[in-house]
């Protein structure tokens, strides 16, 4: 019922930025919180950033400084907003919305970042 669309993805050069954006559409209600989540080739997906309904945010160590997390509410929409990008953030990204007691996944947006 529920659909997440990721756009922003692409190839950048180390140093660059990009901005990740994710529109949730369907059956929406009493969502807890959206997010951004990642997996490196050989590696678990692991969480990048959260934000809560209520604007609490969480980062992950590696990240914390140089990416930011924002959402509008209204338009159940999560941004993800990366600058100073490494290659080590290569990745699929992944948008994730949870919904109590359902979560629910995006396709996934390559990010790759050349040196």
């Known amino acids: 019922q529920v659909q997440l669309v990721e756009s922003g993805g692409g190839l950048v050069q180390a140093g660059g930025s990009l901005r990740l954006s994710c529109a949730a559409s369907?059956?929406?209600?009493?969502?807890?919180?959206m997010g951004w989540y990642r997996q490196a080739p050989g590696k678990q997906r692991e969480l990048v950033a959260t934000?809560?309904?209520?604007?609490?945010?969480n980062y992950a160590d590696s990240v914390k400084g140089r990416f930011t997390i924002s959402r509008d509410n209204a338009k159940n929409t999560v941004y993800l907003q990366m600058n100073s990008l490494k290659p080590e953030d290569t990745a699929v990204y992944y948008c994730?919305?949870?919904?109590?007691?359902?979560?629910?996944w995006g396709q996934g947006t390559q990010v790759t970042v050349s040196s």
């Open positions: 369907g059956s929406i209600w009493s969502v807890n919180a």
């Open positions: 934000i809560t309904r209520g604007g609490s945010t």
């Open positions: 994730n919305l949870d919904q109590t007691p359902r979560v629910y």
